[in-house]
């Protein structure tokens, strides 16, 4: 069991949100955006700026000469790969990269990716008029950080939630609870509240497993609740196709979004695969 | 070296009455070297003739080098018929997809998925090989040196130079010469356009006094103006290019899939009247057309 000033010291250790981050996802929601305005915040970030120019330089993209400014990068390979390496790496740059005993970081980002992915997809459609598409994404992306607050300071202790998850039905949620006295929600929604992200996007990371429970309803935890579910339901069909995800349980609320079962309305987003291929392809080489 | 224009037809195939004359198929070029090597650029719709009439001599050899995968680069490969023979060899050159993470072979064999095409790439009967090419890498194929650049496009796009005893040809894939991002009001206007001068001499040191050259041309100039970061040149940047590299002769290809016989033709005309032409023999890409070096 952990206290609550224990939890309130680990969010408080965790370094600030790069507000370049933001930016580079709000930016690149829009299709046309400024090439000028994409270049400026990138270079306002020097880890960022270091980080893109280390990835344009590798041998994975095999130039003849050396790029040595993001503006040069935007002639030499094009702002479109600079966007897309920009995203790719502002994504990552959104959870910390310390390592995180007792989780797998590679699954963790995975279903992360989708999550926000999915949460991208299923709002653009359904949310009323102007929609921030990169809110919809982040607040997929980072609905499990409380997570890694827990593998990063509570390694042991966060096993042995992994370890105890058959005595509580795998029930995960009840799990933390029992062995942590709180869950990756609540933790998570306490660092995204540090880190002042907007309400809506700390309500969807605090209620994504209990949509019902929330003081206030919103597009953006109905998309990252739904994202949740959808994501599982993606892994298990892609790990063996034709798998249905029967124990999936969509709350009511959910579906009447939907407008439709979940799985007919996965089935229905075009370039689903695609999308997530794209994003998971950095995390080998980012 | 002979080079054929087997396609010169941008974004998408466009038979009809209005393009009889220069060509409906999209982007594929053939080179033979003077040993017989057998060289294909692009694999778009005008690969699938060319795939005939190379049958006709008998089994097969060849290599195909892919300037980028967009739809009009390869939409002619699934109908090669030489890749369902037994007893071909067929070499495929291009370039990894550092965004997508995907390699040559993905992306082709995804186009032949079952939902696209009745026959799978792990089915054709030919025997195929995937190589990734290295920018400024030159790839030996018979008696032809290839050197590929990468070119601005959205996508990875490589122009490749294809050289043979002194005889220098370049395509450029597709093409739009880096603009400046900035306003000239803006602070870094400066640094970017002194990028773009020494980007563009890149270019032209690469090709620097090319036999022939077939460059990217969708535009007029007037039209590039709403079409700008779209990836294509202009008559304007094609003669440019022309121009600060020396090029002896230049065809102009990826015609815009509006763009009727007759606009060419008027295109072309209007172009030869002007004053500040160099000295370079310019022409329209025909398909069909024969070009001996």
């Given at each position: 069991m952990i206290s609550q000033q224990q939890l309130i010291r680990m969010v408080e250790s965790i370094p600030p949100f790069p507000e370049s981050v933001h930016q580079v996802l709000s930016l690149t929601a829009?299709?046309?955006?400024?090439p000028k305005a994409l270049v400026k915040v990138i270079e306002h970030d020097p880890i960022l700026t270091a980080e893109v120019l280390r990835l344009v330089n590798s041998a994975y993209f095999g130039l003849s000469r050396h790029v040595t400014s993001i503006n040069h990068a935007v002639v030499y390979v094009g702002i479109n790969t600079v966007k897309n390496v920009a995203i790719a790496l502002s994504t990552k740059g959104a959870l910390p990269a310390k390592n995180t005993a007792g989780l797998d970081m590679r699954q963790f980002w995975e279903h992360s990716l989708t999550v926000g992915v999915l949460a991208r997809l299923l709002a653009a459609p359904r949310?009323?008029?102007?929609?921030?598409?990169a809110n919809y994404f982040v607040a997929g992306l980072l609905h499990d950080i409380g997570k890694i607050l827990f593998a990063h300071f509570i390694p042991q202790e966060y096993r042995q939630v992994a370890e105890s998850l058959a005595d509580y039905g795998y029930d995960e949620l009840a799990t933390e609870r029992a062995v942590?006295?709180?869950?990756h929600c609540q933790a998570g929604a306490m660092l995204a509240e540090k880190w002042k992200l907007p309400t809506s996007l700390v309500r969807s990371i605090r209620f994504h497993?209990?949509?019902?429970?929330?003081?206030e309803q919103s597009p953006e935890l109905y998309a990252t609740a739904a994202a949740n579910l959808a994501a599982h339901l993606v892994s298990a069909a892609r790990a063996t196709?034709?798998?249905?995800?029967?124990h999936v349980v969509v709350p009511e609320v959910l579906r009447a979004w939907l407008g439709d079962e979940l799985p007919q309305v996965v089935n229905g987003i075009v370039g689903l695969s695609e999308e997530i291929d794209k994003a998971k392809a950095f995390i080998e080489v980012v | 070296m002979k080079i054929t224009l087997c396609g010169v037809r941008g974004s998408i195939a466009v038979p009809g009455p209005d393009t009889?004359?220069?060509?409906?198929?999209?982007t594929c070029i053939h080179v033979e070297g003077k040993d017989g090597t057998q060289l294909i650029i692009d694999g778009g719709t005008g690969i699938r003739a060319l795939g005939e009439r190379l049958l006709a001599a008998g089994p097969l050899a060849c290599s195909i080098f892919i300037t980028h995968t967009h739809w009009d680069h390869i939409q002619g490969l699934p109908f090669?018929?030489?890749?369902?023979?037994?007893?071909n060899q067929v070499d495929i050159y291009g370039a990894y997809d550092p965004i997508y993470g995907k390699d040559l072979k993905t992306i082709l064999a995804q186009q032949m998925e079952y939902c696209y095409f009745?026959?799978?790439?792990?089915?054709?009967k030919a025997k195929i090989s995937y190589n990734h090419v290295t920018e400024r890498q030159p790839v030996k194929i018979g008696s032809l040196t290839v050197t590929p650049l990468l070119v601005n496009h959205p996508v990875y796009n490589f122009g490749y130079r294809i050289e043979e005893d002194g005889k220098v040809f370049f395509f450029t894939g597709d093409y739009e010469p880096p603009y400046n991002i900035?306003?000239?009001?803006?602070?870094?206007y400066e640094d970017y356009q002194r990028l773009i001068v020494q980007q563009k001499k890149t270019l032209v040191d690469f090709i620097r006094?090319?036999?022939v050259v077939v460059a990217?041309?969708?535009?007029t100039l007037a039209e590039y103006a709403s079409r700008k970061g779209w990836g294509h040149g202009t008559y304007d940047s094609s003669i440019e290019m022309a121009r600060m590299a020396a090029v002896k002769s230049m065809y102009f290809t990826?015609?815009?899939?509006?763009?009727t016989d007759d606009q060419l033709d008027a295109i072309f005309s209007q172009l030869q009247?002007?004053?500040?032409?160099?000295a370079t023999r310019f022409a329209v890409a025909r398909e069909g057309e024969i070009i001996e070096l």
């Amino acid at each position: 069991m952990i206290s609550q000033q224990q939890l309130i010291r680990m969010v408080e250790s965790i370094p600030p949100f790069p507000e370049s981050v933001h930016q580079v996802l709000s930016l690149t929601a829009s299709v046309d955006c400024a090439p000028k305005a994409l270049v400026k915040v990138i270079e306002h970030d020097p880890i960022l700026t270091a980080e893109v120019l280390r990835l344009v330089n590798s041998a994975y993209f095999g130039l003849s000469r050396h790029v040595t400014s993001i503006n040069h990068a935007v002639v030499y390979v094009g702002i479109n790969t600079v966007k897309n390496v920009a995203i790719a790496l502002s994504t990552k740059g959104a959870l910390p990269a310390k390592n995180t005993a007792g989780l797998d970081m590679r699954q963790f980002w995975e279903h992360s990716l989708t999550v926000g992915v999915l949460a991208r997809l299923l709002a653009a459609p359904r949310a009323a008029g102007e929609i921030n598409e990169a809110n919809y994404f982040v607040a997929g992306l980072l609905h499990d950080i409380g997570k890694i607050l827990f593998a990063h300071f509570i390694p042991q202790e966060y096993r042995q939630v992994a370890e105890s998850l058959a005595d509580y039905g795998y029930d995960e949620l009840a799990t933390e609870r029992a062995v942590l006295g709180t869950d990756h929600c609540q933790a998570g929604a306490m660092l995204a509240e540090k880190w002042k992200l907007p309400t809506s996007l700390v309500r969807s990371i605090r209620f994504h497993h209990d949509v019902e429970a929330a003081d206030e309803q919103s597009p953006e935890l109905y998309a990252t609740a739904a994202a949740n579910l959808a994501a599982h339901l993606v892994s298990a069909a892609r790990a063996t196709p034709g798998a249905g995800g029967d124990h999936v349980v969509v709350p009511e609320v959910l579906r009447a979004w939907l407008g439709d079962e979940l799985p007919q309305v996965v089935n229905g987003i075009v370039g689903l695969s695609e999308e997530i291929d794209k994003a998971k392809a950095f995390i080998e080489v980012v | 070296m002979k080079i054929t224009l087997c396609g010169v037809r941008g974004s998408i195939a466009v038979p009809g009455p209005d393009t009889v004359r220069y060509g409906g198929n999209t982007t594929c070029i053939h080179v033979e070297g003077k040993d017989g090597t057998q060289l294909i650029i692009d694999g778009g719709t005008g690969i699938r003739a060319l795939g005939e009439r190379l049958l006709a001599a008998g089994p097969l050899a060849c290599s195909i080098f892919i300037t980028h995968t967009h739809w009009d680069h390869i939409q002619g490969l699934p109908f090669f018929v030489p890749f369902f023979l037994p007893g071909n060899q067929v070499d495929i050159y291009g370039a990894y997809d550092p965004i997508y993470g995907k390699d040559l072979k993905t992306i082709l064999a995804q186009q032949m998925e079952y939902c696209y095409f009745p026959v799978r790439e792990s089915e054709l009967k030919a025997k195929i090989s995937y190589n990734h090419v290295t920018e400024r890498q030159p790839v030996k194929i018979g008696s032809l040196t290839v050197t590929p650049l990468l070119v601005n496009h959205p996508v990875y796009n490589f122009g490749y130079r294809i050289e043979e005893d002194g005889k220098v040809f370049f395509f450029t894939g597709d093409y739009e010469p880096p603009y400046n991002i900035y306003e000239p009001a803006d602070e870094d206007y400066e640094d970017y356009q002194r990028l773009i001068v020494q980007q563009k001499k890149t270019l032209v040191d690469f090709i620097r006094g090319a036999d022939v050259v077939v460059a990217d041309t969708q535009y007029t100039l007037a039209e590039y103006a709403s079409r700008k970061g779209w990836g294509h040149g202009t008559y304007d940047s094609s003669i440019e290019m022309a121009r600060m590299a020396a090029v002896k002769s230049m065809y102009f290809t990826h015609h815009d899939p509006n763009r009727t016989d007759d606009q060419l033709d008027a295109i072309f005309s209007q172009l030869q009247s002007r004053q500040d032409l160099p000295a370079t023999r310019f022409a329209v890409a025909r398909e069909g057309e024969i070009i001996e070096l």
